[in-house]
């Protein structure tokens, strides 16, 4: 076996995943994580937040700014967004587990005390962040996955994945040895980004309800 000069430089979150333990002993464990160089930078791991029991999962990219520094996930401006858009199509966002691909925010910033600017996590860094996520899935057992954007989605279902050619529909796939049900959809922050965003969010809204109709 080869042996590496820090954990993170293996690329894999497996050997902090604890061995027994629910839902608040994987959200323990993952405040120590090193399995990637993402942690160094980031003020906190951001882990999932929800019921065990909940229906519905909705897996992000990774933290933004305001949940890397209150260490919630979806808090900011697209998890606001996403919260509305969730009540409009009929799935209350308090009864949903929310998470991300990945648990650290990686970003750039060009001096200190500037903003920093999100940086999409690359397929090795959500690759070591997988156990965390299949440890998620595991626990949690929901009904129905929704994928929020091209990143969760390459994450669950592979690199080929291209969210604007399944968004809105009802897949069935294996993930992690389990028999999932999945709906695609955009990341709530490309509505934020978007020219025309009224019609982006009502894009949004419309496969949320093709996942509150595949709840009922």
């Known amino acids: 076996m080869v042996r590496t000069s820090a954990p993170e430089d293996a690329y894999t979150a497996e050997p902090f995943l604890p061995e027994r333990g629910g839902l608040p002993a994987l959200r323990k464990a993952a405040a120590e994580c090193r399995g990637c160089p993402l942690h160094r930078d980031a003020t906190q791991t951001v ?57 650290h ?39 129905l996955i929704v994928v929020l954007g091209a990143t969760a989605g390459k994450a669950l279902l592979g690199s080929s994945f291209r969210v604007t050619q399944v968004r809105g529909t009802v ?28 019609a982006a969010y009502r894009g949004l809204v419309s496969d949320l309800k093709v996942a509150a109709d595949a709840l009922s």
Not at 110 to 135: Q, V
Request: include cysteine.
């Open 105 to 143: 925010f990686k970003f750039t910033q060009a001096e200190p005390r500037k903003r920093r600017i999100h940086k999409a996590p690359s397929l090795r860094e959500t690759t070591a962040c997988g156990p965390w996520l299949a440890a998620e899935l595991a626990v949690v057992e929901p009904e």
């Open 47 to 103: 882990f999932g937040a929800g019921s065990k029991d909940a229906r519905v999962m909705l897996v992000g990219e990774q933290p933004g700014d305001q949940e890397d520094r209150q260490g919630k996930p979806f808090v900011g401006p697209a998890g606001k967004l996403l919260d509305r858009a969730l009540e409009e199509a009929g799935i209350d966002p308090s009864e949903a587990y929310v998470t991300n691909a990945v648990k």
């Open 171 to 198: 897949l069935e796939e294996e993930i992690h040895g389990r028999a999932e049900r999945l709906v695609p959809t955009v990341h709530p922050s490309s509505v934020l980004r978007s020219d025309d965003r009224e």
